[in-house]
C-alpha cells in the first residue's frame, strides 16, 4: 500500500477548466472520500489519479515515486467502476484472474488469489457464472475482487454503490468498512452521497467547482466547515443558513449569515424565541421529526425534533437557536472563528 | 376576448399553419368518405376479421410480384418445352432436376450433364469464400479505425459508406471504365513504366476483381454494422482493460472480438447469402469471363432462361429452386443467430 500526493493539478477540457489546481496528501492506508455536487470534478480527479486522463498541469507521486506521464496500467492502482465494467463474456473468475495473467503470474499463485478474494467476498459459489447471470450486489463484491487479487498500492471506488437499491447500499457501505478494516489498503472514494462519505471516511475532500472547499474528517467538517459552501453540503438535512439581524442579539457581530443545524433549533416558549416561524411540512419519521417551517421574511428552516410531534401545517412555532452551535460566516461566506463550543470541543 | 377570438375562427397564421390546416381538412374529407362503407365491411365480415381487411392491399402485391412468380418458378422447374404459359407447358416431373444434379464427380464439373451449373457453382463457391474473407477483414479493420477518435471521422464514415447507395451496376461500369485494356488504372501503369495488364483476360485476375468490387460496393454496409457493435461496447470495460494492464493485442483478440462476435455472426451469414446470389456486378464487370472462369450460378440461369438461342425456362427454374432452397437455409441460419443475439 502507498500514499499518494497530488500537486498543483489542473485539468482542461479545451477551454473549460474542471480540475483548478489541486493539492492534496493521502497517507499510507487512508480512506479518502471525494464529495461533491456533480460536475464539480471528483470522478476527473479520480480518472486523473488512476491515469485515465492526462493531467494539463501539476504532478503526482504515489509512496514519492512521480507518476504523472505514467500509464494507468503501470501505476499499479485498481478501480472499481461505477457500472462495475465487468468482462461481461468471462466468468467470474476469469474477470478476477484477467489481470494477474496479464502481469504474467503463475497459474497456481492465480488461482490461490482468485480463491482467496472470494472467500473474502462470499463468491466462491459464483466462480464459474458470467456477469449477467449475477445480482447488482454479486457483481459489486467481483469488481472489488478483481481490484483485491491484484494487491494495488491504491484501490480507486467511482460511486461504487450508485447503481444499488437503497438496502444494498447500505449492506455494501458496512462491507466495504469491514474490507477496509481486513486489508487496510490506501483507498479513495468518489460519491456524491454524503452518507457513504460520512460513515467510510477517514477523512473527506470536499470539491466544488474544480477546486477543494475543505479537507478534514466527517466530524470537523460537520462541526466546524469551513465557509457556507460545505456548511450547506455537509448534513442533512443541510443547515439552516440566515441573515444575521433575524436572530436576537447577533446583529451586531462581524458575521454577515447565521448557520444552524436542524437538531440545534429548539422549539421554546414565547419568551425566549429568536424566532416564531409557520410550518409548511411535518414528517413523522417515527423516531425523529422533521419540520420545514418558514421564517420571516419566508426564509426556510427545517428543525429536528427527537420523538413524534403533534404541530401541523399551518401551526406558529417559537424556536430559539442554540447558541453553542451557531456557526457565523462573513459576507464572503467564510467561517468567522472562534468555531461552536461543541465543534471546539470534539476537535 | 383575444383567446376567445383566436379559438372562434381567427385565420391561421404562416404558410406550416396553413399547409396543417390543408392536411387536416383532407384527412376529415377523406376519413367521412371511407367511414361508411368501412363500417359496411365490418357489418358483413365482424370486427375480428377487420385487421385482414387492412392487409388485404400488402397482401396482394407481395402475392402478384412475390409469391406467385415463386409459383410459376416450381411450375416451370417441373414442366418442359418452350411455352411461356404453364397451360402450354408439358409435365416433366424432376427431370430438370435430374439433368442438373446428374454428375459423374460434383468435385468435376465437366462430368456433369449440365457442366455450365457446376461451374456456376464452383465459380460462386471460390466467389463466396473470398468474398467473404476479404469482406469481414476489411469491413472490421475500417470499422476499428472508424471508432478511433481519429481527425475526420465522420467524413471518413460517410466516404466508406457512399458506394452502398450507388446501383451496382453503376459500380460495374465504373470499375470496368478503369479495368479495362485501355482504362485508367493501365494508362496508370504505362505511365509508370509498366506493362498493360489484360485483367478481364486473365482468369484469376477477372475473379480478383469481381471479388474487389464486390467488396468495395459492399463494405460500407457491413462496417456500419461492425461499428454499431464496437460502439455497443461499453468505455468502462476497456478502462477496466487499461487498468488491468492488457496489452493491445491483447484487449483485442480478449475483449473486442468476442463482445464483437455476434455483429461479426451476422455479417459473415449476411455476406455468405449476398455472395450466393451475386449477379449483376460481376455479369456487367466481366460478363461472366474469360470463358466461364467468373460465371456464377445466377448468371447461369438467367443465360439459360433468356440469354439462349433456345430459352429453357424449366432448367433455369429448377436451378432457381435449388439456389433458392440454399437460401432458405442460409436465411434460417441468419434468422436464428438474430434471435439468438436478441434474446
Given at each position: 500500500?502507498?500514499?499518494?500526493e497530488?500537486?498543483?493539478?489542473?485539468?482542461?477540457?479545451?477551454?473549460?477548466?474542471v480540475l483548478?489546481?489541486?493539492?492534496?496528501?493521502?497517507a499510507?492506508?487512508e480512506f479518502?472520500?471525494?464529495?461533491g455536487?456533480?460536475?464539480?470534478?471528483?470522478?476527473?480527479?479520480?480518472?486523473?489519479?488512476?491515469g485515465?486522463?492526462?493531467v494539463t498541469?501539476?504532478?503526482?507521486?504515489?509512496?514519492?515515486?512521480?507518476?504523472?506521464r505514467?500509464?494507468a496500467?503501470?501505476?499499479?492502482?485498481?478501480?472499481?467502476?461505477?457500472?462495475?465494467?465487468?468482462y461481461?463474456?468471462?466468468?467470474?473468475h476469469?474477470?478476477?484472474?484477467f489481470?494477474?495473467?496479464?502481469?504474467?503470474i503463475?497459474?497456481?499463485?492465480i488461482a490461490a488469489?482468485?480463491?482467496?478474494?472470494?472467500?473474502?467476498l462470499?463468491?466462491t459459489?459464483?466462480?464459474?457464472?458470467?456477469?449477467?447471470?449475477?445480482s447488482?450486489?454479486?457483481?459489486q463484491?467481483?469488481?472489488?475482487?478483481?481490484?483485491?487479487v491484484?494487491?494495488?498500492?491504491?484501490?480507486l471506488?467511482?460511486?461504487?454503490l450508485?447503481?444499488?437499491?437503497?438496502e444494498?447500499r447500505?449492506a455494501?457501505?458496512?462491507?466495504?468498512?469491514?474490507?477496509?478494516?481486513?486489508?487496510?489498503?490506501?483507498?479513495?472514494?468518489?460519491?456524491?452521497?454524503?452518507?457513504?462519505?460520512?460513515?467510510l471516511?477517514?477523512?473527506?475532500?470536499?470539491?466544488?467547482?474544480?477546486?477543494?472547499?475543505?479537507?478534514?474528517?466527517?466530524?470537523?467538517?460537520?462541526?466546524?466547515p469551513?465557509?457556507?459552501f460545505?456548511?450547506?453540503?455537509i448534513?442533512?438535512?443541510?443547515m439552516?443558513?440566515?441573515?444575521?439581524?433575524l436572530?436576537?442579539g447577533?446583529?451586531?457581530?462581524?458575521?454577515?449569515?447565521?448557520?444552524?443545524?436542524?437538531?440545534?433549533?429548539?422549539p421554546?416558549?414565547?419568551?425566549?424565541a429568536?424566532?416564531?416561524?409557520?410550518i409548511d411540512?411535518?414528517?413523522?419519521?417515527?423516531?425523529?421529526?422533521?419540520l420545514y417551517?418558514?421564517?420571516?421574511?419566508?426564509?426556510?428552516?427545517t428543525?429536528?425534533?427527537?420523538?413524534?410531534?403533534?404541530l401541523?401545517?399551518?401551526?406558529?412555532?417559537?424556536?430559539?437557536?442554540s447558541?453553542?452551535?451557531?456557526?457565523?460566516?462573513?459576507?464572503?461566506g467564510?467561517a468567522?472563528?472562534?468555531?461552536?463550543?461543541?465543534?471546539?470541543?470534539?476537535? | 376576448?383575444?383567446?376567445?377570438?383566436?379559438?372562434h375562427?381567427?385565420?391561421?397564421r404562416?404558410p406550416?399553419?396553413?399547409?396543417?390546416?390543408?392536411?387536416?381538412g383532407s384527412?376529415?374529407?377523406?376519413?367521412?368518405?371511407?367511414d361508411?362503407?368501412?363500417?359496411?365491411?365490418q357489418?358483413?365480415?365482424?370486427?375480428?376479421r377487420?385487421?385482414?381487411?387492412?392487409?388485404?392491399?400488402n397482401?396482394?402485391?407481395?402475392?402478384?410480384?412475390?409469391?406467385?412468380?415463386?409459383?410459376?418458378?416450381?411450375?416451370?422447374?417441373?414442366?418442359g418445352g418452350t411455352?411461356?404459359?404453364?397451360?402450354?407447358?408439358?409435365?416433366?416431373g424432376?427431370?430438370?432436376?435430374?439433368?442438373?444434379?446428374?454428375?459423374?464427380?460434383?468435385?468435376?464439373?465437366?462430368s456433369?450433364?449440365?457442366?455450365?451449373?457446376?461451374?456456376?457453382?464452383?465459380?460462386?463457391?471460390?466467389f463466396?469464400?473470398f468474398?467473404?474473407?476479404a469482406?469481414v477483414?476489411?469491413?472490421?479493420?475500417?470499422a476499428?479505425?472508424?471508432n478511433?477518435?481519429?481527425?475526420?471521422?465522420?467524413?471518413?464514415?460517410?466516404?466508406?459508406?457512399?458506394?452502398?447507395?450507388?446501383?451496382?451496376?453503376?459500380?460495374?461500369?465504373?470499375?470496368?471504365w478503369?479495368?479495362?485494356?485501355?482504362?485508367l488504372?493501365n494508362?496508370?501503369l504505362?505511365?509508370?513504366?509498366?506493362?498493360?495488364?489484360?485483367?478481364?483476360?486473365d482468369?484469376?485476375?477477372a475473379?480478383?476483381?469481381?471479388v474487389?468490387?464486390?467488396?468495395?460496393?459492399?463494405?460500407?454496409?457491413?462496417?456500419?454494422?461492425l461499428?454499431?457493435g464496437?460502439?455497443?461496447?461499453p468505455?468502462?470495460?476497456?478502462?477496466?482493460?487499461?487498468?488491468?494492464?492488457?496489452?493491445?493485442w491483447?484487449?483485442?483478440h480478449?475483449?473486442?472480438?468476442?463482445?464483437?462476435?455476434?455483429?461479426?455472426?451476422v455479417?459473415l451469414v449476411?455476406v455468405?447469402?449476398?455472395?450466393?446470389?451475386?449477379?449483376?456486378?460481376?455479369?456487367?464487370?466481366?460478363?461472366?469471363?474469360?470463358g466461364?472462369?467468373?460465371?456464377?450460378v445466377?448468371q447461369?440461369i438467367?443465360?439459360?432462361?433468356?440469354?439462349?438461342?433456345?430459352?429453357?425456362?424449366?432448367?433455369?427454374?429448377?436451378?432457381?429452386?435449388?439456389?433458392?432452397?440454399?437460401?432458405?437455409v442460409l436465411?434460417?441460419?441468419?434468422?436464428?443467430?438474430?434471435?439468438?443475439?436478441?434474446?
Open positions: 500500500m502507498a500514499g499518494l497530488l500537486r498543483g493539478i489542473r485539468k482542461d477540457y479545451g477551454s473549460t477548466a483548478k489546481g489541486i493539492d492534496l496528501s493521502i499510507d492506508g479518502v472520500v471525494f464529495v455536487p456533480s460536475g464539480c470534478g471528483k470522478s476527473t480527479l479520480l480518472r486523473v489519479i488512476a485515465l486522463e492526462t498541469a501539476g504532478d503526482i507521486r504515489i509512496d514519492g515515486a512521480e507518476v504523472t505514467t500509464a496500467s503501470d501505476r499499479g492502482l485498481a478501480m472499481v467502476f461505477q457500472s462495475y465494467a465487468l461481461p463474456h468471462m466468468t467470474v476469469q474477470n478476477m484472474s489481470a494477474l495473467e496479464n502481469m504474467g503463475a497459474k497456481a499463485e488469489r482468485v480463491d482467496r478474494a472470494a472467500r473474502m462470499r463468491l459459489d459464483y466462480l464459474q457464472r458470467r456477469p449477467a447471470a449475477l447488482g450486489g454479486q457483481r463484491r467481483v469488481a472489488i475482487g478483481r481490484a483485491i491484484r494487491d494495488p498500492k491504491i484501490f471506488f467511482d460511486e461504487p450508485s447503481n444499488l437499491d437503497a444494498l447500505v455494501t457501505r458496512k462491507e466495504l468498512a469491514a474490507l477496509h478494516a481486513e486489508i487496510g489498503g490506501t483507498m479513495i472514494y468518489v460519491t456524491h452521497d454524503q452518507v457513504e462519505a460520512m460513515t471516511a477517514d477523512r473527506i475532500v470536499v470539491l466544488n467547482g474544480g477546486r477543494i472547499e475543505q479537507i478534514g474528517t466527517p466530524l470537523e467538517l460537520y462541526n466546524r469551513a465557509n457556507l460545505v456548511a450547506g453540503f448534513g442533512s438535512p443541510r439552516n443558513l440566515l441573515p444575521t439581524e436572530v436576537r447577533e446583529a451586531a457581530g462581524p458575521a454577515a449569515t447565521l448557520g444552524i443545524r436542524p437538531e440545534h433549533v429548539e421554546c416558549q414565547e419568551a425566549e429568536d424566532l416564531t416561524v409557520r411540512l411535518v414528517e413523522q419519521l417515527g423516531g425523529e421529526t422533521f417551517a418558514a421564517a420571516p421574511n419566508d426564509i426556510p428552516l428543525i429536528r425534533c427527537d420523538g413524534q410531534s403533534r401541523v401545517r399551518g401551526d406558529l412555532l417559537p424556536v430559539r437557536f447558541r453553542d452551535h451557531l456557526h457565523r460566516f462573513d459576507a464572503a467564510l468567522c472563528r472562534p468555531e461552536p463550543l461543541l465543534a471546539r470541543s470534539h476537535s | 376576448m383575444t383567446d376567445t377570438m383566436r379559438s375562427g381567427a385565420p391561421a404562416g406550416s399553419a396553413a399547409a396543417a390546416a390543408v392536411t387536416t384527412a376529415n374529407i377523406l376519413m367521412r368518405l371511407t361508411p362503407p368501412m363500417r359496411a365491411v357489418r358483413l365480415i365482424g370486427a375480428a377487420m385487421p385482414y381487411v387492412f392487409l388485404l392491399p397482401l396482394v402485391f407481395f402475392g402478384l410480384f412475390v409469391f406467385l412468380p415463386i409459383g410459376i418458378n416450381i411450375v416451370f422447374s417441373v414442366t411455352g411461356l404459359f404453364p397451360a402450354e407447358r408439358p409435365y416433366v424432376s427431370e430438370h432436376y435430374a439433368r442438373l444434379l446428374d454428375c459423374g464427380s460434383y468435385l468435376e464439373a465437366a456433369c450433364r449440365e457442366d455450365l451449373f457446376w461451374r456456376g457453382v464452383g465459380n460462386t463457391l471460390t463466396t469464400v468474398q467473404m474473407v469482406m477483414l476489411f469491413s472490421l479493420v475500417t476499428l479505425v472508424l478511433r477518435p481519429i481527425r475526420g471521422r465522420g467524413f471518413f464514415r460517410a466516404v466508406y459508406f457512399f458506394p452502398v447507395l450507388l446501383s451496382p451496376v453503376v459500380v460495374a461500369l465504373i470499375w470496368k478503369i479495368l479495362q485494356r485501355d482504362g488504372l494508362a496508370v504505362t505511365t509508370a513504366g509498366g506493362e498493360k495488364i489484360l485483367f478481364f483476360v482468369p484469376g485476375w475473379m480478383f476483381w469481381s474487389f468490387v464486390s467488396v468495395w460496393a459492399h463494405m460500407g454496409f457491413y462496417t456500419l454494422i461499428l454499431a464496437l460502439q455497443a461496447i468505455r468502462d470495460v476497456y478502462e477496466a482493460a487499461e487498468m488491468d494492464g492488457t496489452r493491445p491483447r484487449v483485442f480478449r475483449i473486442t472480438l468476442p463482445l464483437l462476435w455476434p455483429n461479426l455472426l455479417v449476411l455468405l447469402i449476398r455472395s450466393v446470389q451475386v449477379f449483376d456486378e460481376v455479369f456487367v464487370l466481366t460478363g461472366g469471363g474469360p466461364t472462369a467468373t460465371m456464377m445466377v447461369y438467367y443465360t439459360t432462361a433468356f440469354a439462349n438461342q433456345v430459352q429453357n425456362f424449366g432448367l433455369a427454374g429448377a436451378a432457381s429452386v435449388l439456389l433458392g432452397a440454399v437460401l432458405f436465411t434460417l441460419i441468419q434468422l436464428f443467430l438474430t434471435r439468438r443475439r436478441a434474446s
